[in-house]
């Protein structure tokens, strides 16, 4: 699908991220999940594991300990318990 996700990583002390990617892989609770743009809306809880941020052909990765994933029409945003860039 052609154009690009909306995408926001926030910790409880900053965000971390906010832009414009192609794709985001996150470790959900039930499963690991990817969401690229125009994905349903759901709403997903994260256990500890990676976050990777695809945009023009680089890959960003943070680990997560815990949080949510909520995907609207508007994009994705990631409010997570604690994030490191790895």
Do not use: C, N, W
């Not at 414009?20 to 709403?43: K, N």
């Not at 990676?50 to 990765?61: D, E, K």
């Amino acid at each position: 699908m052609a154009g690009k996700l909306k995408f926001s990583l926030v910790s409880p002390e900053r965000e971390l991220f906010s832009g414009e990617v192609d794709q985001v892989d996150a470790p959900g609770s039930e499963g690991d999940f990817g969401v690229l743009p125009g994905h349903a809306p759901f709403m997903a809880t994260l256990r500890e594991g990676q976050i990777r941020l695809y945009r023009g052909g680089q890959v960003t990765t943070f680990e997560v300990r815990g949080g949510f994933a909520d995907v609207t029409p508007a994009g994705l945003t990631i409010l997570a318990e604690s994030v490191i860039e790895v």
